[in-house]
């Protein structure tokens, strides 16, 4: 049931904030709870030196998908908004798997 809210949350949401300033704002506040973990468990030499890879896949792993799917939910029902972020295993799997790429070879392709 909580995994389900953060939908229809964003479908409430979107429209009212944007799905920019909504997800802006859905990452900051997750930021700010996780920040001290992440200073309370490592030293600050090594966060820094790894800023930007760390900052690069959040925006491309988190923050990009909120988005997108923040801007579908403005015309989409918020069950469906689930249905294609359920996908998204299926998709990381197939991706790989292109005509060209010998990344998976188990994969059957027509």
Partial sequence: MLWGASFLFMRVGAPEFGPIALIGLRVAIAALCLWPLLLAGSDATSLRRHALPMATV???NSALPFVLLAYASLSLTAGFTA???????LWAALVPCGPRSSACSGCVTA
């Fill in 83 to 89: 249905l294609i972020n359920a996908t998204v295993p």
């Fill in 58 to 60: 959040g925006i491309c």
